[in-house]
């Protein structure tokens, strides 16, 4: 049992943490920073792993999977890691499945196939809800002339107010799951409306276009940025298999102690894990009211990522881009209400090795989980052959990761805040408290939720250190940079 | 550091813990059981104190507070005890506070001073919300014709769509605060439905009528039920301050670990703590989905009571009840919004001593909690002032508690379920995984909330576990006891 002093602990070595790192080193080589991860890995929601191709293998994305042109933060960063992107395909028809009947329509542009009311409906409450969501104030979403309101209906009951059409709805169901992984009944709108403002507009989140949050990936994968940033600044600050269990804080001394028994003393610490692992720890004075209310709020929503691999790129040869919109169609498993998936892109690597990606998300996903392995494949591969037929079955190496198996992790993309609790958002999850600072992607009020996020929530929390560690290192410039506007030249 | 075994581990030495000891001796004395608790103290949210009085001391309720004859199941346990009832007093003058003027009015039946539409609103929104909870299946919520709609919309949306005057909603408001400690917005009314299913109907829940859940109070308080439990089971058999870190099970072992590194083998746990304190705990292998579900949208409330007692019932002698039903009223601290209280009763005690008990619930508790200790007290003066005028400044003594601070329990009265959540209710709360079974008021199907749940629910995970260990001892007659039927001959 070791007891150690630094400048500062930071918690979890995700790209939010290593962010925070790199950051305060940048400004300052001198302080002394210890990372401690609960986990034997760098890379939080991010895992990239070897999946079997044609004549090898080639790497794939099991976590955080896309980034885009208006994501300025990690593309800042992906620029000075080095780390070449590359484009998402999405030439060609893609698939729509929604409606009682389940059937299967195809398109070819950006607007789904929906009958001409039903496409009204959708594009009226696109319109909506980006109107409503230029109108918060990430600092404090309650304060709009709405917030009270907003915050206390679900999302179902506010698309329920404002739709017509139950099929140009349901296709709203599926992108909701598919963006955030929660049903529509567990979300407070103004969450969402707030989710929407931190990406600068609903298709930002929702297409694949340029500058939306589908545009790239990552050649070689996601996991890279974080081991990349790891060996930037030196394994031997990172603390691996190291889970915390409390922190103690009295005037400018912060006492964190992990499971180990090891104890690390420091001037300040930035806790870089999701609210929910938060809550989870013993924190001595405990957190403000505030914090502790918006934390109990906030549950980890459902996102599990399957990977196929292929000898062909089939889909492509038959027109199609590999772009699936569904509610999964019907079951092929009884003890499911729906076929698993909501979302399904072409994700054939920058090598050229052709590959599907597909998601399962929500309550879909709480189904799922509970089938025997074999199970899940079946009905994965079921549900994909309605769109792409009996090729789907010829692939030749299968993965899947469902994040809520991640025990320091709990679930992915983030955390989401259920209804009547957005009054304490802003101030609950990005206000210091004393010697603690909060970073972590549910803290961003940029790209909340996505590697971008984490990388602006991360800087943001470096930034609020550095001001009382090291005030003459921080310029206004860098608080303009930390807070910088959507880039977007197609609006 | 210990290593012991066992046929049962009780993990929670609240009245339901105790109360499956209770059973599961009274049918197999030989069982070796034992109870972990991590307090230094029986009792759970029960909790008794000695407050001054005009001559000495006597003993009020800080914890829960009322029973009633229609709970059949703590009513037989206070007989088995010997612990004798008190009537609440309820005669005279009542006063109502809400409104946008925040005006006070009086009334002395049951009926509150509304305007006639605001009285039919009233009543027609209570027989809307009895006649869906009557429908209601407590094994399995969700299964109600409309039971995905219901648990997709808030209290508050549900209102909203059910009423039609302010006043009249604002005192559903009030009221929902002082029943279960939440805010409108943040509970789905599928899961209040279940709440009020539960307990025979609303009017058990708010009324202080004969037979609802404030008929009685309890002679010396409602911590000496567990007091008396404890030493009837042999204070032997009771572990303090041994709060467990982690459950694992093996076919039929498992082992629990305490943070003091004890280790505890058993055939059987039963986890008499509530579903938020659940959470907090590793268990290996991992509850089963849906319970891992359920608990992430299972907040736990927010309460807090006042006791204030005096030399005089001076209330009684202006006529009045002593009982209030407000919305705090415009707040004499610039830090809240509204004054702290949502109900004030009479409480003075069997014993004649006199004494207001005030209740702090919900978004009002969470602005009172940032308060310094003078100012909060300073609030609850002012507030009692409106109805009682300046003789509330009179007390002898006073006494707040706060049960959001209790590290092991984290709130009061119970975890309630957020929207969306629902069809995890009754599986995920109630049924055993291998070993682990559950007890706690939260898994009650009767008086789900309130002590009565409390020992319901402790009796079924005692017979759930006495069906395994000793079938024999269990009859049909067992069974149905605890399924016992209101009893309420007012109807």
Redesign the interface.
């Known amino acids: 049992m070791s007891n150690e002093e630094y400048d500062v602990v930071i918690i979890g070595a995700g790209i939010s943490g290593l962010s925070s790192a790199r950051y305060i080193l940048s400004k300052d080589p001198h302080l002394n920073i210890v990372i401690l991860e609960a986990s034997d890995r760098v890379g939080g929601r991010t895992l990239t792993v070897p999946l079997k191709t044609e004549n090898g293998t080639d790497d794939w994305d099991l976590g955080a999977h896309w980034i885009g042109r208006s994501q300025t933060h990690i593309m800042e960063l992906l620029e000075e890691l080095g780390i070449e992107t590359h484009q998402q395909y999405v030439t060609g028809k893609k698939y729509l499945q929604v409606g009682k009947d389940n059937s299967v329509r195809s398109y070819t542009s950006d607007i789904p196939t929906l009958s001409l009311l039903g496409l009204l409906d959708l594009d009226r409450i696109m319109k909506k809800i980006d109107s409503l969501a230029k109108e918060i104030d990430q600092q404090n979403p309650t304060n709009h002339r709405r917030g009270?309101e907003l915050?206390?209906?679900?999302m179902?009951?506010y698309l329920n107010q404002n739709m017509w059409m139950s099929e140009s709805k349901e296709l709203m169901e599926v992108a909701i799951r598919g963006v955030i992984g929660?049903?529509?009944?567990?979300?407070s709108i103004l969450y969402f409306l707030t989710y929407v403002s931190a990406a600068g507009g609903l298709k930002n989140l929702v297409e694949s276009t340029p500058y939306t949050a589908q545009e790239y990936t990552l050649k070689g994968g996601c996991h890279q940025i974080s081991i990349k940033m790891a060996k930037e600044l030196g394994e031997s600050r990172i603390k691996y298999n190291e889970p915390v269990v409390s922190i103690s804080q009295n005037k400018n001394i912060a006492t964190v102690k992990c499971e180990s028994g090891n104890i690390y003393q420091c001037k300040k610490v930035i806790l870089a894990i999701p609210p929910?692992q938060i809550a989870?720890l013993k924190i001595e004075p405990r957190l403000?009211?505030?914090k502790?209310?918006l934390y109990?709020?906030m549950?980890?929503a459902?996102y599990a990522k399957v990977l196929l691999t292929y000898k062909k790129v089939y889909w492509r040869e038959s027109g199609c881009s590999g772009e699936v919109v569904t509610n999964g169609g019907p079951s092929s498993n009884t003890k499911c209400k729906y076929g698993p998936l909501c979302l399904v892109f072409d994700d054939t690597s920058a090598n050229g090795n052709p590959a599907l990606v597909a998601f399962v998300a929500g309550?879909q996903l709480?189904e799922w989980?509970?089938l025997e392995a074999n199970e899940r494949k079946e009905s994965v591969l079921k549900c994909l052959s309605q769109f792409f037929g009996d090729d789907v079955y010829k692939y030749i190496d299968y993965a899947e990761k469902d994040w809520?198996e991640e025990p320091y992790v709990g679930g992915a993309p983030v955390c989401c805040v259920?209804?009547?609790?957005m009054?304490y958002y802003a101030s609950g999850l990005r206000e210091p408290d004393g010697c603690i600072h909060l970073a972590g992607t549910e803290s961003a009020s940029i790209w909340t939720g996505y590697m971008s996020g984490a990388v602006q929530a991360g800087t943001r929390a470096a930034i609020q250190v550095l001001l009382d560690l090291r005030p003459q290192t921080v310029s206004a410039q860098d608080l303009k940079n930390n807070n910088k506007p959507f880039i977007n030249p197609s609006k």
């Open positions: 009270h915050d206390s209906i679900t179902e009951t929660v049903e529509l009944s567990q979300v929910n989870k403000p009211v505030v502790r209310e109990k709020h549950p980890m459902n309550q709480v989980r509970q809520e259920a209804p009547g609790a009054k």
